[in-house]
């Protein structure tokens, strides 16, 4: 099987812009999590979805958002980025998401705002 | 939220030596235990894992050991080798929350 695949795997924007990142699942996989990842913070919990709705949501501001589409992809969006949004943004994928399943990590998107 | 310290946050060894890495933990409903490796450029990969009715988990070089009554976990890794060279990451599930993570421990295996 494929494993999870992120779209892009790097990204330079500037101060006020938005983007938009990607994730595909292992096929199979319905519950998709994204993670922020700093030298300082380590990973931390963005939100999960599950069957195209979110079913957790981490301590991050409104500007962070995602969604899910019916083939389990999904795709999360920070808008009026800051400096501070510069990070590795990591997404794993499991089977239905049960808290003893093991998740899968993608390889990253890098994103350094200017 | 549930909150995992993790310690040491940098760890060198020789190669041959082990290495331990331990998380504390607060929420006694936390019942799953994972160990990632990241290496670096890479992602986060699952080595090692352990649920909380069981005490130890074994898989060549590597263990886990749960204490749940002291609430802390430990990942011992024996003979390290220098590929073992990485960030290693604990987490847990407390209920129906998603995993959290330590801050990481960065090992380094000298050759």
């Known amino acids: 099987k494929a494993g999870v695949t992120q779209t892009p795997r790097y990204l330079i924007k500037t101060r006020g812009q938005q983007v938009t990142l990607s994730c595909s699942p292992i096929?199979?996989?319905?519950?998709v999590s994204w993670y922020q990842q700093t030298p300082g913070q380590g990973l931390q919990f963005l939100f999960e979805?599950?069957?195209?709705?979110?079913?957790n949501k981490g301590n991050f501001p409104g500007r962070f958002s995602g969604r899910q589409f019916s083939n389990s992809r999904s795709e999360m969006n920070v808008s009026t980025l800051e400096l501070g949004d510069s990070a590795l943004y990591l997404c794993?994928?499991?089977?239905?998401?049960?808290?003893?399943?093991?998740?899968?990590f993608g390889p990253g998107t890098r994103l350094l705002v200017l | 939220g549930e909150n995992v310290e993790q310690h040491p946050s940098t760890l060198s060894v020789q190669e041959g030596d082990s290495a331990v890495i331990k998380c504390t933990y607060s929420?006694?409903?936390?019942?799953?235990f994972p160990w990632y490796k990241q290496e670096l450029g890479k992602r986060p990969q699952l080595i090692i894992d352990?649920?909380?009715?069981?005490g130890e988990k074994k898989d060549q070089r590597i263990a886990v050991t749960l204490n749940k009554t002291a609430k802390h976990f430990s990942l011992h890794i024996t003979e390290t080798q220098p590929e073992d060279s990485a960030v290693y990451f604990c987490?847990?599930?407390?209920?129906?929350?998603?995993?959290?993570f330590g801050k990481g421990t960065r090992l380094s295996v000298i050759a």
């Open positions: 929420d006694s409903a936390s019942n799953y």
């Open positions: 979805y599950f069957s195209e709705t979110q079913r």
């Open positions: 352990i649920r909380s009715n069981v």
């Open positions: 794993a994928s499991s089977l239905v998401g049960q808290q003893t399943e093991t998740q899968y």
């Open positions: 096929s199979g996989h319905r519950s």
């Open positions: 987490a847990l599930n407390s209920g129906n929350t998603p995993l959290v």
